[in-house]
């Protein structure tokens, strides 16, 4: 394993760096939509009070004013999306056996409420709609997610995630939780593991038995190194 680490050390700065690249970037894209999904909305409410001038006018009521409405109207969206959302979830959580001590991996269970533009549960006309009424503060909560997986990647031990890569580039197959308990003593697995859901080249198992390999891209990337 160690002979290893001199190509493992520089591929995991490499890999953390990019993903928190990515994190940013997308973190980024979604501001840049919720600033259009805002002025399209704005724009929306304001051409039905348009179309309804007529009859405010019969009842002596003047349409509010463009700079009114859209303030108006995304706050109330703000407001149901906070009804409306699902709460943040970690990729993956870690726990430790109460009568053994060994570690546990468990991927929490997603709510059936609103969530952001998918369809995990199944297609749901409810959802579609309300993903794009909602489309502002969907992309501004997704923006804040981005930013803070970025500062929670970013945290990421690079040495102890080169010391992981090279162990398992030394088995060349899956490492049961057991094992990484045992053949790496330094390594702060609990804080690294939940990490690993969000990086490439590896592959986290939540099947018995729970454990940790590298993909295939991963195996020939840092082979690639070696030769």
Excluded at 29 to 51: D, E, K, Q, W
Excluded at 56 to 76: E, Q
Excluded at 198 to 216: C, M
Aim: with cysteine; charged share 15%.
């Amino acid at each position: 394993m160690e002979q290893h680490l001199s190509l493992t050390q520089p591929w995991a700065k490499a890999v953390v760096r990019s993903r928190v690249r990515y994190h940013k970037l997308t973190a980024w894209v979604f501001l840049l939509v919720a600033s259009a999904a805002c002025f399209v909305t704005a724009f929306v409410i304001f051409g039905l009070f348009m179309v309804m001038g007529v009859v405010l006018g019969a009842l002596g009521i003047s349409p509010p004013h463009p700079t009114v409405i859209a303030p108006v109207a995304t706050f109330f969206q703000f407001i149901a999306y906070f009804f409306a959302r699902d709460a943040e979830l970690p990729l993956l959580t870690v726990e430790r056996a109460d009568d053994t001590g060994e570690l546990v991996l468990a991927r929490p269970e997603r709510t059936a409420r609103l969530g952001w533009y998918d369809q995990e549960s199944g297609y749901s006309i409810w959802r579609t709609v309300a993903s794009i009424a909602l489309a502002t503060p969907i992309a501004v909560a997704q923006a804040w997610r981005h930013f803070k997986r970025a500062a929670y990647m970013k945290q990421t031990d690079t040495d102890g995630l080169a010391r992981l890569a090279a162990y398992l580039l030394s088995r060349m197959e899956r490492a049961n939780l057991p094992q990484m308990q045992r053949d790496l003593p330094g390594v702060d697995l609990p804080l690294l593991l939940p990490r690993l859901m969000n990086l490439p080249g590896f592959n986290v198992h939540l099947a018995e038995p729970q454990g940790v390999s590298l993909t295939e891209g991963g195996q020939e990337t840092l082979l690639a190194r070696v030769a």
